[in-house]
Structure formats: C-alpha cells, structure tokens
C-alpha cells in the first residue's frame, strides 16, 4: 500500500472509527451545562464550540443549509424521546434534532419496524439543535438529515434513563471484520435495513463492510435497494442513515448520487484487503485537521448561530 492510502486509510479510521467508539461512550443522568467562551467572537473560534453551546433551535424557516459534513440547520425540531416504536439514546448530548424531514422519515420509518419483525428503533444521534459542527465524534450530522440507528432492536419496555446512557449496542460484526457475527445477526437485521432503505427519502445508508457483505449474500427478492447501502469504516453497532436536501432548502447541497448497481461485486472486495481491514501504522501519523470556524460555514450558518 502506498505512503499516500497509508495516510488516508489511517485519518479515515481516526476520524470514522471515533465516530463509531462515540455511539458507545456512555452519557451521564446528570449533563452540566458547558463553560461560557472567554472570546466566542474571535474569528478562530472552532464553530463546534460556538454550535455546541447552543440548547434550543434557531426560531427560523425550516431548512437545511450547506453539506453534510460542513453547514447547520434552521427550525430544528427534536424527536420526541419516546414513542410506540422508538426511543431516544444518550439524551445527556442533546443530540436528538433534526430538520422536520428528518423527524417525520424516523417516526414513519420507526411505524414500520415492527413488520420487519423489529419491536422498535433505538435512536443514536441526530444533529446538534443548530446543527453545525459537534463538540465530539461525528465529522458529518451538521445539517439535520443523519441519523444513526441502532443495530440493536428496541425492549418492549420504556428504558430507564440510566440504561439510556449507560447500555451499548450490540456489535454485529464479527472480531476478524470479514463478516457478521453469525451469533448476533438475524434476518430481521436484513428487514430493518432493507425497509429503511426502500423509504424514498433515504439518499444513502452507511454499514460497516461486513454488513453489506451479509446484506449481499442474504438479500432476496428486489434487490434495488441493496445500490443505497454503503460500506464505510466503523458502522459495525449501528447504520447511519442520510436523507436527500429537502424541498424548502435551496442552500442544501446535495451528496453525488450512489453508483449503479448493488455494490456487491469488486468494489465490495476492496474493504476485505488485509491492507484496508487492518493497514500498517503509518510512519508518520497523520496531522489532525484544524476544527472548522464560522468561515467554512455558509454565510446562512452565522444567522443561523445568533438567532433569538
């Protein structure tokens, strides 16, 4: 393996694996509001310390503004922490807002969990309540339209707050990374996955590659769907799932579309390389970036930040 994907394959990992690690930090029962900046208007503020301090919705228009990755959301609601079909995780981070789109795909698609033979949903972390950068894991989830779900069906019970900051989802991939854990996974992990993908709105699901190896080998019927499930680092306790720009965000940019096809044949393979499933430290570790200010967020974000 190139010096060059050496250095990719190891920032991916940094980046996306502590993303993953993040779904499984527990929370606390107990949230302490964060110390007030000593100088929030100093342009080299990182915006995920501005973004992170801020408790409620922008009272604004509804809408997405900029990428997935870099940009914030307007008129945010938060998915109720219950519901017959879901319950909220980690609710010590505040995390459980969305653009309206977002909040009534999770509410729909929860609705038909239980066809899938899936009591229930546990949600992960939506976006911040202004969307924007976060104090911790998640490089992408700035906008509003990301949420993680669980790969872990929910108990036919309310959970206890302690046990929503406390429990862990179950891994589904196996110690070796090439497959499912055969042990854990079920055909109704193919029936969640399969009937969020099929929900219109969905523009792509990400899965650790061990999971999309198992929805290739286990997927029967149409298989159209299988074109929006997307191998990515981490991923193995949970799938991610994107929805496309909605209709009353002109700011929204747009993701490139998914290849054609299933995504099960040779680009498949290429997460199986011992190179890729487990690279050499690089010789040189790689320098993190430097966090993300207001300048690298749409204009729209400030007004968005500032909002009353």
């Not at 499984?24 to 110390?35: A, F, I, M, S």
Request: overall charge positive; charged content about 25%; aromatic content about 6%.
């Amino acid at each position: 393996m190139t010096r060059f994907r050496q250095f990719i394959v190891a920032a991916c990992l940094a980046a996306f694996g502590a993303g993953a690690a993040l779904a499984q930090d527990k929370g606390t029962v107990n949230p302490r509001p964060l110390p007030p900046l000593a100088n929030p208007d100093d342009p080299k503020t990182p915006a995920k310390e501005l973004f992170g301090r801020k408790t409620g919705a922008a009272p604004l228009q509804a809408r997405a503004i900029g990428f997935y990755t870099r940009g914030c959301v307007a008129g945010a609601v938060a998915l109720p922490i219950n519901g017959l079909t879901w319950q909220v995780m980690r609710l010590s981070r505040n995390r459980n807002w969305g653009h309206p789109d977002l909040i009534r795909f999770l509410e729909r698609f929860a609705d038909k969990a239980p066809k899938a033979g899936w009591p229930g949903i546990l949600v992960g972390d939506l976006a911040q309540p202004r969307g924007g950068p976060m104090l911790t894991g998640h490089g992408s989830h700035q906008v509003g339209l990301d949420a993680d779900v669980w790969l872990t069906p929910m108990p036919r019970r309310e959970l206890s707050r302690e046990e929503r900051e406390e429990m862990s989802a179950v891994k589904v991939v196996a110690d070796d990374k090439r497959d499912v854990d055969p042990k854990v996974w079920t055909p109704a992990h193919v029936n969640i996955i399969r009937a969020a993908a099929q929900e219109p709105e969905v523009e792509r699901i990400l899965v650790n590659a061990a999971i999309k190896k198992a929805l290739c080998r286990d997927a029967r019927g149409d298989r159209a769907w299988l074109r929006k499930v997307r191998p990515w680092w981490g991923h193995d306790y949970h799938m991610h799932i994107r929805i496309g720009c909605p209709k009353d965000s002109p700011d929204c940019k747009e993701q490139d579309p998914t290849p054609a096809g299933e995504g099960c044949g040779k680009e498949l393979d290429y997460w199986f390389q011992d190179s890729i499933l487990n690279p050499p430290p690089p010789k040189e570790p790689p320098k993190p970036k430097p966090p993300l200010t207001m300048s690298d967020l749409p204009p729209a974000c400030r007004q968005v930040l500032l909002a009353q």
